[in-house]
């Protein structure tokens, strides 16, 4: 991430033809909800209740459902990446929902917190569509208000945890495989390689993960993440002048000779082959 651009959205919710959305890569998202539907993790979802805000973090895949398109107010999102934190930002932001994973992802507000997040919110759209000199700052300002007011004025409500149908583990699966790549190395390379990895971050079992997906595709996930990696390795070679001892490295392999195995095993061919076609 050496490279990457700070980047900042912000957004009022509209009527969606394709209903469910799923979180974005390398995104910290902050939503405030005002309209009914259902937030699905790998092994569960949960019923959201206007007037909720949920924090979403990169290493936590999500997918949003509304139960309808009736909601006259459907409600806004932020979402930025690591590079638009500012150094000094870390210390608040690692005690949020958004970066402590242990704390409540979801927050059903009081009357009083919704209405002051929905005008922050308003304030924050109208800050970042202007190009007053100050913007930077506000929407920095803006942000931070917004979770600071959704931590302080949340309100007790049982959620009701519902447990995840098999084709939504597997959707959230093959969504964490995806942003996984391309790598960009040297800035940098593959970390979540197995599926003892993947099952790490979607909070779920390795064995579920494996039943699940070999239910839903016929494949092991095994062979799912093998096959994305072969094929990584194929436009490494193709598209790069990186040498194979770097493209090793990039995919997480302790030796070139382990991944000149690999690509032949799973494509016939070794890496200086698969070069020059």
Not at 108 to 126: D, T, V
Not at 194 to 212: G, I, P
Not at 225 to 238: M, N, P
Request: proline share 4%.
């Amino acid at each position: 991430m050496a490279n990457q651009q700070a980047y900042f959205n912000v957004w009022k919710h509209r009527k969606r033809l394709n209903k469910v959305v799923f979180s974005y890569a390398d995104s910290f998202i902050v939503s405030l909800f005002l309209e009914r539907g259902k937030l699905s993790y790998a092994d569960h979802w949960i019923e959201i209740e206007p007037g909720t805000v949920v924090f979403t973090n990169p290493v936590q895949p999500s997918a949003w459902e509304p139960e309808t398109n009736e909601a006259s107010e459907k409600g806004y999102s932020c979402k930025f990446n690591h590079a638009f934190i500012r150094s000094e930002e870390w210390g608040f932001l690692l005690n949020t929902p958004l970066l402590d994973l242990t704390q409540q992802q979801t927050i059903y507000l009081n009357q009083e917190a919704l209405e002051s997040i929905k005008c922050l919110f308003e304030q924050l759209l109208e800050a970042y569509e202007s190009n007053d000199g100050m913007k930077d700052e506000l929407m920095h300002s803006f942000m931070h208000l917004i979770i600071y007011k959704a931590m302080r004025g949340k309100q007790e409500h049982p959620y009701k945890v519902q447990h995840n149908a098999a084709q939504r583990t597997v959707e959230l699966f093959l969504l964490l495989l995806d942003r996984q790549f391309p790598v960009n190395y040297p800035q940098e390379k593959l970390e979540v390689r197995s599926a003892n990895d993947y099952a790490q971050r979607l909070s779920v079992h390795v064995n579920h993960l494996n039943r699940v997906v070999k239910q839903v595709t016929g494949k092991t996930t095994t062979d799912i993440i093998a096959s994305r990696i072969a094929k990584e390795g194929v436009r490494l070679l193709r598209e790069t002048q990186l040498n194979v001892a770097e493209i090793a490295y990039a995919l997480g392999f302790e030796e070139p000779a382990s991944f000149t195995a690999f690509l032949k095993r799973r494509t016939g061919k070794g890496p200086r082959e698969v070069r020059i076609i």
